[in-house]
């Protein structure tokens, strides 16, 4: 049985999880954290299990195999070197964490021998869509490369991670290492770059288009996610697939769904 505690467990994705988990029949919720203060201590996330504030954070995760960190990225560069010790294996699906952060996070997976999953966005169809990413960016070089992606009205940071770490993908493939945020006046004629625009509208869960232009043609590869439960399952598969990982080393999607690079 794989005892899995979640920390953001009432956000819009750790809820989902908190749900999934209690469904599988190898895995048991064994705590679910929320903010210090949250007006959901004490409430109950699953059956048999009340949430806790993240002051007892160490305390709520002391048996469990997994940390699952849903948070924010402030509150994940406070939790997670909480967490990190022999025995415990974390999956992150925060964006936003600082480089020197995610540095420090990554020595201490060494001292541990713990290990993790770190992913932007744990969709089984993003993550095949960053494999069409790397392949695409390889074979048209010369191509301009525009990246749009839409979220809901409430998403707090922008560019998305998945849009992020799409650009980075096709950076190493082209690269191409001038990243521009949008654009406005007169831009005229550039050198190369990729340029990364946000929508922010309605209730839309995340689209992600990346086009792929010539002078003659182009191509544009699109997902969309029609539920955040294509983010939850992943984040399941995540935890099942690193739970009994000890090589103190952080993983990504391709690892978990075999994808290679």
């Known amino acids: 049985m794989i005892r899995v505690a979640v920390g953001g467990a009432t956000g819009k994705l750790g809820g989902l999880v908190c749900r999934l988990v209690s469904e599988q029949e190898d895995m048991e919720l064994v705590a679910a954290i929320v903010s210090e203060g949250s007006a959901s201590v004490g409430k109950e996330v699953a059956p048999g299990v009340a949430a806790v504030g993240a002051d007892r954070l160490a305390e709520a995760t002391k048996d469990a195999d997994v940390y699952v960190d849903l948070t924010s990225p402030s509150a994940a560069e406070g939790n997670l070197p909480k967490v990190q010790r022999k025995g ?50 390889a074979n048209l070089k010369d191509y301009e490369v525009e990246i749009i992606e839409v979220h ?51 209730d839309v869960v995340g689209e992600h288009t990346v086009i792929f232009a010539g002078h003659k043609e182009r191509i544009e590869l699109t997902h969309r996610a029609h539920s955040r439960e294509a983010f939850a399952e992943g984040c399941v598969l995540a935890i099942r697939w690193v739970a009994d990982k000890r090589d103190g080393q952080i993983h990504s999607m391709d690892g978990v769904l075999g994808l290679g690079t």
Do not use: W
């Open 88 to 137: 415990l294996n974390i999956v992150v699906g925060t964006t936003g964490i600082s480089p020197q952060s995610m540095e420090a996070f990554r020595e201490k997976l060494r001292t541990t021998g713990s290990a993790a999953v770190v992913a932007p966005n744990f969709s089984i169809g993003v993550n095949v869509f960053f494999s069409a990413c790397r392949q695409l960016a």
């Open 152 to 202: 809901h009205d409430q998403k707090k940071d922008a560019p998305s991670g998945t849009a992020k770490k799409a650009a980075e993908i096709i950076a190493q493939a082209t690269g191409v290492e001038k990243m521009v945020y949008g654009r406005q006046g007169n831009v005229g004629a550039r050198g190369r770059e990729i340029a990364i625009h946000s929508v922010r509208a309605g």
